[in-house]
């Protein structure tokens, strides 16, 4: 079945640091690739998206570009802040796109400090 | 302000006793779901619902049960079957794009609801 798997965290960065967290999948054809970011105590927001290969999602300095080859989205940021302090979900959705279900990584937490 | 609610957002129940959470979306979205997350694990699908009156489970459903009576609510009620009630719930709705070739379903997340079982 389809499944996807995301580096340990947690992970801890000095501010201005290049940020990697690791996103590989599990899935048969094609599809979309996602990361949404949860802070403390709320809910999840979707980060940015990719839907077919070789696309690149970004949003707020943050991008990733969807790997047919490696089966790979890892999330990249060139700087990261302290408000970026949060934990990171890999996620994809089948290419049916049956029922608009997500499938979710294990979350990688991020600590930024200054 | 469009979005979802949950309430409330601390929930405090006795073992053996059911309980219902509340979710509620203006968004007009026709799919709803109901997650569940655990420390250091992923958020695994309870139940989710694609139209009123209907409704599917998900990976973990046994010991829940939820309805969908009206497009704006989707509430879920966890009951004394379920082992180890106490957790964050999240609810979610989404709405569906389409383009290039591809559809794929945005979802939009509530606050949260964080069950504690005394």
């Known amino acids: 079945g389809n499944s996807v798997t995301q580096m340990e965290g947690p992970v801890t960065l000095s501010e201005e640091a290049f940020l990697t967290i690791n996103c590989t999948y599990t899935?048969?054809?094609?599809?979309?690739l996602f990361w949404y970011v949860q802070y403390p105590g709320e809910g999840l927001q979707l980060l940015l998206k990719?839907?077919?290969?070789?696309d690149k999602g970004s949003n707020k300095g943050f991008e990733a570009t969807y790997r047919k080859e490696t089966t790979s989205f890892h999330l990249e940021k060139g700087s990261v802040q302290v408000s970026d302090s949060a934990v990171y979900f890999c996620a994809l959705s089948d290419q049916y796109n049956q029922g608009g279900k997500l499938i979710f990584g294990q979350g990688t937490e991020l600590s930024v400090k200054p | 302000d469009g979005g979802i609610t949950q309430s409330p957002k601390y929930l405090f129940r006795k073992e053996g006793q059911n309980v219902t959470l509340s979710c509620e979306q203006n968004l007009n979205h026709d799919a709803m779901y109901w997650y569940r997350q655990d420390p250091g694990q992923g958020l695994r699908l309870i139940y989710y619902s694609q139209i009123v009156n209907d409704f599917q489970k998900g990976d973990i459903a046994e010991g829940y049960s939820v309805s969908r009576e009206k497009k704006e609510s989707f509430p879920l009620t966890v009951t004394s079957a379920q082992k180890n009630p106490t957790a964050f719930y999240l609810c979610?709705?989404?709405?569906?794009?389409?383009?290039?070739?591809?559809?794929?379903?945005?979802?939009?997340f509530g606050p949260g609801t964080r069950l504690t079982v005394l």
């Open positions: 979610a709705s989404s709405i569906e794009w389409y383009g290039q070739g591809v559809s794929y379903n945005e979802q939009f």
């Open positions: 899935a048969t054809g094609y599809p979309s």
């Open positions: 990719a839907t077919k290969a070789d």
